[in-house]
T-cell receptor, first 114, second 111 residues
Framework: DAGVIQSPRHEVTEMGQEVTLRCKPI?????LFWYRQTMMRGLELLIY????????DSGMPEDRFSAKMPNASFSTLKIQPSEPRDSAVYFC????????????FGSGTQLSVL | GESVGLHLPTLSVQEGDSAVIKCTYS??????FPWYKQELGKGPQLIID?????DKRQGQRVTVLLNKTVKHLSLQIAATQPGDSAVYFC??????????FGKGTMLLVSP
């Protein structure tokens, strides 16, 4: 397995633009997580899915953020409109059977909003 | 509020030496503690974990100690190599809750 695959690796956009981050979890994993990493706040859980269903989105900063998981092999995190304070590294992770154990992370998307 | 704290943000060691990274936590109900390693440009990777029914767990060159009395965790890396240079995160969960990550400690191993 290639692991968790995220795209793009880097995204530079202007304030107000829509940004879509993509994630392919490890095949067979039933949990999918979106994290945001900044120097100030560290790794923050934004939302997680179980069997493609969003379970907890309490970490989503505001309505500008949305996430979907239309099937077991694909998820998106969308920011619309983007703001400079959204600049961060966004990680997708997946796990099998447990939402706290053996998380496998992708390489992340470095987002810069100018 | 609940948190996972760190004692040292950066730790520098010479290759071959041992490195000890420490964490504290505040919620006594925490029962699962993984450690993740994050290399530059990559996502975090699980290296070892420990449950609250254990005091010590050993892996390959890594040992984690858990002191529930004072709510301290430590990760010891023996015979460090330049490839051990990374940011190390402790994390914790209560029951089967999602993980709360600490801010991370950067380990620098000099040749």
């Amino acid at each position: 397995d290639a692991g968790v695959i995220q795209s793009p690796r880097h995204e530079v956009t202007e304030m107000g633009q829509e940004v879509t981050l993509r994630c392919k979890p490890i095949s067979g994993h039933d949990y999918l997580f979106w994290y945001r990493q900044t120097m100030m706040r560290g790794l923050e859980l934004l939302i997680y899915f179980n069997n493609n269903v969003p379970i907890d989105d309490s970490g989503m900063p505001e309505d500008r953020f949305s996430a979907k998981m239309p099937n077991a092999s694909f998820s998106t995190l969308k920011i619309q409109p983007s703001e400079p304070r959204d600049s961060a590294v966004y990680f997708c992770a997946s796990s099998f059977s447990r939402k706290n154990e053996k998380l496998f992370f992708g390489s992340g998307t470095q987002l810069s909003v100018l | 509020g609940e948190s996972v704290g760190l004692h040292l943000p950066t730790l520098s060691v010479q290759e071959g030496d041992s490195a000890v990274i420490k964490c504290t936590y505040s919620d006594s109900a925490s029962n699962y503690f993984p450690w993740y390693k994050q290399e530059l440009g990559k996502g975090p990777q699980l290296i070892i974990d420990i449950r609250s029914n254990m005091d010590k767990r050993q892996g390959q060159r890594v040992t984690v100690l858990l002191n529930k009395t004072v709510k301290h965790l430590s990760l010891q890396i023996a015979a460090t190599q330049p490839g051990d240079s990374a940011v190390y995160f402790c994390a914790r969960s209560v029951g089967y809750s999602t993980l709360t990550f600490g801010k991370g400690t950067m380990l620098l191993v000099s040749p």
